[in-house]
């Protein structure tokens, strides 16, 4: 019915003279069809990074399957938000993973967080201790993929001091990660401050007038500073993927 | 049908010794029947500010009947939401008031604003240029009920450093007002820096996910600090009238 | 990374001579950083009233820690939004706490309540039974911080003569909080019949076109009564803590 | 295509023997097709109502053939929302037709209104002179119907010694109609006030957080008080029309 | 602190002679002060209905506690949203009520259900088996104050001919209650139907884009037919209190 | 009460000479009324397919008794939302009745699935894995009603290379059902790719900005694409039954 | 920059040589670059339509430059929403196109309207003289792309034996398109009653509650009878598109 | 009042000695107070730009002032939302200005647009003529603060085709913009496809179920290809500075 194969299958083929080697690079390259799901191998060559698996709504039984495909393929494997109780069962059958339970993300162990690296680091900032789990989320993302991290948390406007004396941690990142809740205001007051791209995620922490994140989220988007991008509510991944991708344009700088 | 009666009617009643002095006193504390109103003349009493008129929806024609009447009875008469054009015809046939264009705000001249009291005053904090107009709705409101008021204007949070050079002038109030569009950030920032009531004005000003002031209301309502009570968007008569209440307990203090 | 230190390493310092006494006064007025929050030991001095604990999505352990540390430094800790298997354990931790279950707060033995002060009180009004868990959250943080409050229950529009029967004592109250769920109607009628300060908190009590607190919010925002100001849905601390801002002002009357 | 006939046609037929006198009147009961639009000749019968002109969005010429057809089966015709425009056309073209200017209603002058009725009558509460035009709405359609009405405006919450010297006025109706914008707390409070059915009309005055009659809509929605339903924002018609049905209920009783 | 007494302080005080009969006799008409509420005694002879207890929300205890007081003084007492696991409790506490299990509704075993009266009756007409639930509570409301019910279920407009075919039952009544989710269709087309009033309830029933009955509600205020007044989603009760006040006028019909 | 008669009642009435056979006939083909439901036989000739169950909310006694009437008259019986433990318990009572438990869907036996016809087929295209329960319903609904379905899962547009390998299968359907949640844009891009009717499913899979579906529906509702329609969130059963629709047109051509 | 090339240039290069034939007819077939927009030239290969010109937003001389394009290549064009005034231009530069102006629709005079075939026909169905505007663009899209069209207009549910005496010609269909605003009820009980699919059109006529098109645009989503499937707020040419899609495989059956 | 002045009062004081050059200096890099407006001199060191200004809501005269200030001390002026009746007067004033029509932006004359530079562009992608203006504003942003723009415009969804033929351009920028209304999907399909940051616009095309942009919006922060953050609705200049940011970012690779 459809045209995707397995790898096994390809390479069959490619063994019983049934497909040639370019062939057979190209189907590699492309995608495989597991029924459930098509794997994307072709997205690394694509956007640089391989397909992120999002956890909620799969069974143990297809992370696992999906996983494995994975890591054959891709050096940097993640996924995220993987509750502990699944993330117990698959850890056991795939002891080279490792788990961060804060951030609720299950990434391959031949990642070894977190990497100090020379040339620049994003900073990730939350305004509250309950914004920690969407924080860690976009912390580890940044991690798996390579990027130094600096955390700078709990500096929410209602003490606006403690971001200031943490502002030069802040302005030397190649690019902010600002995480808040309620209403918002910490993306609106550093992006005035600094001089590098800031990625805004709303949580949905709050609540009756935040309206499970909205009221963060229309803050964001609206803010009065430019230089601020907003992700999904709650999209701790979106935001460190985005910074990612800062930070490697900075290092190719120095290789240069 | 209803029992409302005009001033006259009961002056009348009492000249023809048809109501005595009690009945006729009674009448005129309580409300001034005009058809297509009912003036509420006993609010002073109950409430220690007479009637304010809103301008928005009524006629010309309504709108001098009203003031008339309200000024009779009434050392401070205010009405909101007066129109220019409508301000020109009214000023024509009631010489003794005054128009202040950019609060549209209409008040009999027996207020000299802005007055200058020995005993505190009221800090008008908007976050830009375009939220002028509700910032001097609220400033003209609390001028009218007899607060002197000063004003710290454009000092949103995108450069956070202009409000920190005037925090002297905001600490020192009695009350403030901040008035702010687009993310409404600059409440929660003040509302972690003062020790008095902070009234909160949502304006409308701003375009897209702002929703006509939803996302600032939102924020505003969702503030990490406490000690911030939120009013309608571009409600700046009723954050004036807030901080009027304040400033005339702080005043109540001398006298004692 | 970031500056902050505990109070232990700061004072340790001071002993072997590498902070002299003002540096060290200065650190520690600003905040102690515990790694997963950073408790602003200078908002005291900024606003008036210490850090406030918001106990919804914090551990148990977090908030010993949390405590144990406020305590130390401030004379009226409070914690809101305590659910009782939580309250339960910490109280075997931190005897010196005490627990109100209705308005799921947690406060410092050295406040006795409730306190009555010979110098005006709070009246805390709410319209049903069901919006008694806000109106106590209002009235414990008040007494927390000083104030006498007096509470009129049950008295919503739909017998409004059980409000005009209790209408003397609120009156005469320095400020008044108005609890109302379903259509918060409450509010406007209080609004037109006292010439104090009326903060607003609207409940999420009701159920179909409510929209978990929508309806009252926007009847409170919307009050043709002026003189109300509005805080979050269920929100009893933040019109606690501001009706207590107003007490104080009242109180400074007295001493001069 | 449409099977529907012009009653000429049908007249026509009768005349020429093609149709019997049992099948016109059958038809002539029913609906007439003037190719726009259908009327439904039929409604008198089924709901004791003639069918009601909406008037806009519905072209000058489209009513003027539209009334005429109306008048010809039917005592009382209504036409709602005409604007003054387009009445002024209209009246010169069908000068037996009379136009409410506040009301925009446009009503046949066989009808002479007030009529006074000895069987008790409606009261159009309203809470502000802004609410005036949908109030008169309401009126001008139960007065059409051959309803008494007595008007009580101006009565809103934050006056509320208002409302209750009217308050006998209003309880000896059959039926009350409230109408109010803002917060419509005026609902509710009468909700609990009467033993007659109150029917509730939201307006869309006000501003912001209004949301153009969101508000009141809601609030009268979750009123606390029983006994009141509602209808759409602004719909004074149909406030109308249910008052006149509770009515015609209460003049059969004296038939009897 | 509130002036509220219970009945039996009142009746001492009497019995002390430190009240007359007449003072007592004002106050017992009034409301009862139960501490958490204040029972509204005097609701009977202001509206012709006794209090009706909304049982969510409410613990068991507060619930026998207000059931034994109302009992006292009304011959219909009625509770609604009663979860079957309270019912159980209370009444082993209190025999003489009875629990009509889908509409949650307990009521004082005084009422014998369904009364059958000589003079008309309440047609209670639901969409879908879905809706019963809200059905019972309006059709149990109704019987509970004394009306003659008629259900139609299951006629929702999909097949429209089962509403046709139970057109007389409900075309002979006082008045309607519609009851339907989803789109709710079934209030217009039974509107342009029948000659006496229809109250529509929407319910939640539903999913996706009905957003927990939104748009049911929308549906039924914007309908197409007049005649039709809408109460909150899902509430039963307040459609079977208006459906009451009809029948009671239509009633007093045949008395005269 | 109301005049629907059961089958059997129907029957014994023949029997009993009471009712002709034209009459029952007719009776029999318009609905059976259960008491809490009433069943539409009719429907098949109104419609061309039978009743179809919706079981969220249903009792699995409801369920029994339903599913039992309906095969009696009907081909194809189909119950959809039927979680795993109600399916049990009913398969069990009716053995005759088959379970698929993705699509949370039970059919009667009498059906093999999947039918492989020889006149086209239905595409049923899903954007990720946790689409799939939606699709599922979609596919099994075409398949209980007679057609072949062709599963194109797994293609959303972050590998858009996915959907363009399998186009072909796609352009050759009879029609086309497009499942996706987060923002839907698989059905801008199908719809303007193939030249046949596409139904487009939004899902509520996603999470916070998605707000339940919300962000798939109006993506779908403004597609920039022709030839898209739209059924409720989750609506799996809707875009099958529609899909079904056409592929009975096509099939028709081939008899002719 | 981009790559595209106007029907001139490549046509120029083919004369140069520099083209040869297969690679221009493979330009050719995909788009045309006009600078402000990229023509679809493939779109009638790939769809079966050819593009549809939306005019809101295009300025009358873009409006005729694309005009002028499409009608080389293309035997029926077809442009949307062009205001009378634009169109009086247009069709003096370009007198072979046609306007109908109910429904704001210009299209090339090849196309003579309407068409009547011997296959099948379309019913448009529309609910109240406001709605004529969107059924019209309905109807007229129908008819440019070949399709015969029956009008049933004003047939709203208010009145619902219109719809019954007109149930013959909407049956006999291929394809019915229900068009309604206010409470959009027509749509399921036209669903219930028809074999064949129903596209169901939302308009924004209504006000209040109606959100403009929010309440019919829920109803349909939310209909409780199957066959149904929703496009855009008062999108009548989509409805159009999608009903022709179905009558063109009607037509198909004919022909074989 | 505040403590701003004005550059000349600055350098007045520094002439007369009250002032010494660094206190001038510090308070020249700070703001300038204009009254209505604090000029945020600042900003440049800060975050690397300019204050850019938002020309919506503010007069001519306003305009006027702050640009003639701006240009002073900054060497790139933009201001943007400048009708063209107001640019026609400022630029009479101010010719050293150019005006860009479609994006209504205003900018010194000191920049030449557009600039080709040797390292690095920036792709400006939208999916519509209509989304024209928008894209603009982004276009010129990003020229007047020194990039080179590639726009790729008119490439939507619904002929995909379209944007693969200019993929090239689009995958060899150093970011890109995607702009898009109605359902907004071009940025889900984009961020699949490239390896560099996207910053997705939505705009307020689109009319009905789009409600102002909405549903762009909901689509883009749902997008299931990562990479992408957003703006809000009809931001192009909030997308041309983040763009801008990045280019930035790039270009010091080339120096180093």
């Given amino acids: 019915m459809t045209k995707g194969q397995s790898i096994e299958m390809i390479l069959e083929k490619v063994r019983l003279g ?10 590699l ?3 495989e ?34 996983l494995k495909r994975l890591v054959k ?4 494997v993640l996924a995220t938000r993987i509750a502990p109780e699944k993330a117990e069962v698959i850890l ?26 020379s040339n620049g680091y994003i900073a990730v900032v939350c305004a509250g201790t309950s914004d920690l789990a969407v924080a ?5 993302t940044a991690e798996v993929f390579g990027c130094e991290v600096q955390r700078v948390y709990d500096v929410g406007v209602a003490g606006i001091h403690r971001l200031f004396e943490n502002l030069d941690t802040i302005k030397s990142a190649s690019a902010s990660i600002v995480v808040a809740g309620m209403e918002g205001a910490l993306a609106s007051v550093l992006g ?8 805004a995620v709303p949580t949905s922490v709050g609540y009756g007038a935040n309206f499970e994140g909205m009221s963060a989220l229309l803050s964001m988007l609206n803010a009065c500073a430019p230089g601020i991008s907003v992700v999904n509510i709650d ?18 700088q120095v290789k240069v």
């Fill in 73 to 76: 393929t891709n050096k940097s």
């Fill in 235 to 252: 999209n701790g991944f979106g935001a460190g993927y985005n910074a990612t991708l800062i930070q490697r344009i900075t290092e190719k």
């Fill in 18 to 27: 049934e497909l040639d080697i370019g062939q057979a690079a190209s189907l």
């Fill in 136 to 140: 860690e989320e976009a912390a580890v």
């Fill in 33 to 66: 069809d597991l029924g459930f799901a098509k794997l994307d191998h072709h997205r690394q060559e694509r956007t640089g990074f391989p397909e992120v698996v999002f956890g909620e709504g799969k069974t143990v039984e297809q992370l696992i399957v999906i």
């Fill in 92 to 117: 056991q059958e795939l002891p080279y993973f490792s788990y961060q339970a804060t951030a609720r993300a299950l990434y391959s162990k031949t990642q070894e967080l977190p990497l100090v690296r």
């Fill in 192 to 199: 005035g401050l600094v001089d590098h791209p800031v990625f």
């Fill in 29 to 31: 390259k492309s995608y």
